[in-house]
C-alpha cells in the first residue's frame, strides 16, 4: 500500500526558504513519479513540480521555476521540494501524490487525475 507523508512546512517570511520532504513506503520510488501540489484556502489543487523515480526527469510550473526545485533520494524513498523567494502567494497546503511511472521521461505536466495517492499535506505560510 503505498503511503506518502510530507514534512517541513511552517511559517516563513516573504523571500525565505523552505524545504518540504515527502517521505514514501509501501512502494519503490524508482518505479513512480511524485508530484507536489498546492491547494489555497477557496481554490483548487494545482501541481506543482514534478519527478520521475526512474531516470531523475522533472517538470516545474512556470509559476515557480526558478524558485522551487524538486529532487529525490531513492535510496530512502525521498523526494523533497526545496523552496526559495517565497512569496505571500505561495501560502497554501502542499501535498506529495504518487503515480506508477508513465515510462517515458516527465516533458509535461502529468494529469492531476493520474495522482491516486496522496499524503496528508503540510501547510506553508508565508507572512511578515
Known amino acids: 500500500q503505498v503511503q506518502l507523508v510530507e514534512s517541513g512546512g511552517g511559517l516563513v517570511q516573504p523571500r525565505g526558504s523552505l524545504r518540504l520532504s515527502c517521505a514514501g513506503s509501501g512502494f519503490t520510488l524508482d518505479f513512480y513519479v511524485i508530484g507536489w501540489f498546492r491547494q489555497a484556502p477557496g481554490q483548487g489543487r494545482e501541481g506543482v513540480s514534478y519527478i520521475s523515480g526512474s531516470d531523475g526527469s522533472t517538470y516545474t510550473v512556470d509559476s515557480v521555476k526558478g524558485r522551487f526545485t524538486i529532487s529525490r533520494d531513492n535510496a530512502k524513498n525521498m523526494v523533497y521540494l526545496q523552496m526559495k523567494n517565497l512569496r505571500p502567494e505561495d501560502t497554501a497546503v502542499y501535498y506529495c501524490?504518487?503515480?506508477?511511472?508513465?515510462?517515458?521521461?516527465?516533458?509535461?505536466?502529468?494529469?492531476?487525475?493520474?495522482?491516486?495517492?496522496w499524503g496528508q499535506g503540510t501547510q506553508v505560510t508565508v507572512s511578515s
Open positions: 501524490a504518487a503515480v506508477p511511472s508513465y515510462g517515458v521521461a516527465l516533458r509535461s505536466q502529468p494529469p492531476l487525475h493520474d495522482f491516486r495517492s
